[in-house]
Nanobody, 127 residues
Framework: QVQLVESGGGSVQAGGSLRLSCRAS????????MGWFRQAPGKEREGVAA????????TYADSVKGRFTISQDNAEKTLYLLMNSLKPEDTAMYYC????????????????????WGQGTQVTVSS
């Protein structure tokens, strides 16, 4: 079992930055990739960025590429998402996700490729 707890959300004006954190606990040695997803009210949950635990290969959604950076501190069992140049359309609940199992080389952003989820942290970007 893996527990994921997000933090770092808040309110910021457009153009500002936030850094989200996700601390993992439990059977973390089984995690082979982690990611960030977001969901706005009335919208489907969408993948934002993902990273392979070993090798740090990454994938970004086109909507955030060049603005967001996903990273990890494996020693501290913490995942980060640095969000720069925030836009109002980035407003959403952001969820940390992890996959426990056998990973291939890819780091997909599809929800069905993750099997552990945090409770989310709210990010609100105003104009």
């Amino acid at each position: 079992q893996v527990q994921l707890v997000e933090s770092g959300g808040g309110s910021v004006q457009a153009g500002g930055s936030l850094r989200l954190s996700c601390r993992a606990s439990g059977y973390t040695s089984s995690i082979c990739r982690m990611g960030w997803f977001r969901q706005a009210p009335g919208k489907e949950r969408e993948g934002v960025a993902a990273i392979r635990t070993t090798g740090s290969l990454t994938t970004y959604a086109d909507s955030v590429k060049g603005r967001f950076t996903i990273s990890q501190d494996n020693a501290e069992k913490t995942l980060y998402l640095l969000m720069n140049s925030l836009k109002p359309e980035d407003t959403a609940m952001y969820y940390c996700a992890a996959f426990r199992g056998i990973c291939g080389w890819s780091v997909p952003l599809t929800r069905n490729n993750y099997n552990s989820w945090g409770q989310g942290t709210q990010v609100t970007v105003s104009s």
